[in-house]
């Protein structure tokens, strides 16, 4: 895994949230890797795939151990302002560890 690579990814979603209202977190994650915010996921081991696992995961457990529940519904649902604070921080942490 490139914990670099994730930061980046984070931050890019975390800034496309702050630019674009109407982008759900989900969308900002995708848009971030791939371009476009209606991307499909190509499946495991495709380009940009672990990047994505990585950052939705460390979005989505942010926002549950914040809000005190278990993770597991996605992240396109989540508060926007949530998800914002979740990637600014992780990223953080993710750079910490190169």
Same mark, same amino acid.
């Given at each position: 895994m490139n914990f670099y690579e994730v930061a980046r990814v984070l931050d890019a979603a975390a800034d496309a949230m702050e630019q674009d209202p109407s982008l759900d977190p989900d969308g900002a994650v995708r848009l971030a890797i791939?371009?476009?915010?209606?991307?499909?996921?190509?499946?495991?081991?495709?380009? =940009?795939?672990?990047?994505?696992?990585?950052?939705?995961?460390?979005i989505e457990c942010w926002v549950a151990n914040k809000h005190g529940y278990d993770?597991? =519904? =996605?992240?396109?649902?989540?508060?926007?302002?949530?998800?914002?604070?979740?990637?600014?921080?992780?990223?953080e942490r993710y750079r910490s560890y190169g």
């Amino acid at each position: 895994m490139n914990f670099y690579e994730v930061a980046r990814v984070l931050d890019a979603a975390a800034d496309a949230m702050e630019q674009d209202p109407s982008l759900d977190p989900d969308g900002a994650v995708r848009l971030a890797i791939w371009g476009d915010s209606e991307t499909l996921y190509p499946g495991d081991q495709e380009p =940009g795939a672990e990047s994505f696992d990585y950052a939705e995961s460390a979005i989505e457990c942010w926002v549950a151990n914040k809000h005190g529940y278990d993770p597991g =519904g =996605g992240i396109d649902h989540l508060d926007r302002d949530d998800a914002i604070e979740a990637a600014r921080a992780e990223a953080e942490r993710y750079r910490s560890y190169g």
